[in-house]
């Protein structure tokens, strides 16, 4: 079946501008995840939506980012104002909650990079 | 504060060796450590975990070995394949109530199998 999709795959911006990033989880997986991977920093957890559940938003790194979770399927990942150190690839992920040890299943990232 | 130590940052083997990465972690209150997998371009895969009530855990060519006393764990690759190239990642998390909830990454390990 069909794995978790992100868009775009690749994003440019120029310093400053607000992005949007996009992630199709696997259909019927109840919980999304947002991690951040940079160049020798592994995988920073993000964000994380569970079914109605308020999201856990501890790990974005400033106010200018921000997530959202449409109808318990698509996330968007948004980032305002953009700064060259936001450049990393950002890795969506879906799991089936309440099956036990149901894996994180990731999609294959937005490489953002910021000019 | 990094509460998932991976080492080494890289690793060269010959065909057909033992590959071993090494994490550490520091929370005791982690219960589920995973291994992921990460080719250039993709995301990363779950490849074995292991709960802290068994020692070691074996699935094919792949071994996890836990130490909960030392609260370590290790990656053993038997007869290691150039198609095992890639970046591992450990992990850990709470599962408490069947969820993979915010999963804490070590900063990965690049392994390289040389022909």
């Known amino acids: 079946g069909a794995g978790v999709s992100q868009s775009p795959s690749n994003k440019v911006t120029e310093k400053g501008k607000d992005v949007e990033l996009r992630c199709d989880p696997i259909?019927?997986?109840?919980?999304l995840y947002w991690y951040r991977q940079s160049l020798g920093q592994g995988l920073e957890f993000l964000i994380y939506?569970?079914?109605?559940?308020?999201?856990?938003k501890s790990g974005l790194p400033s106010d200018r980012f921000s997530a959202e979770r449409t109808g318990g399927s698509v996330s968007t990942l948004t980032i305002q104002r953009t700064q060259q150190e936001d450049s990393a690839v950002y890795l969506c992920?879906?799991?089936?909650?309440?099956?036990?040890?149901?894996?994180?299943?990731f999609g294959n990232g937005t490489r953002l990079t910021v000019t | 504060q990094q509460q998932v130590k991976q080492s080494p940052q890289s690793l060269i083997v010959q065909k057909g060796g033992i590959s071993i990465i090494n994490c550490a972690y520091e929370?005791?209150?982690?219960?589920?450590f995973p291994w992921y997998q990460q080719f250039p371009g993709k995301g990363p895969a779950l490849l074995i975990a292991?709960?802290?009530?068994?020692s070691e855990k074996k699935e094919g060519r792949f071994t996890i070995s836990f130490n909960k006393s030392a609260k370590q764990f290790s990656l053993h690759i038997m007869d290691s394949q150039p198609g095992d190239s890639a970046t591992y990642f450990c992990?850990?998390?709470?599962?408490?109530?069947?969820?993979?909830?915010?999963?804490?990454f070590g900063k990965g390990t690049l392994l390289t199998v040389n022909p």
């Open positions: 929370n005791t209150a982690f219960d589920y």
């Open positions: 939506f569970q079914g109605n559940s308020a999201p856990d």
């Open positions: 259909s019927g997986h109840t919980a």
């Open positions: 992990a850990a998390s709470m599962i408490g109530g069947g969820s993979n909830y915010k999963l804490t």
């Open positions: 292991i709960r802290p009530d068994v």
């Open positions: 992920a879906s799991s089936f909650l309440g099956r036990r040890n149901s894996p994180l299943h």
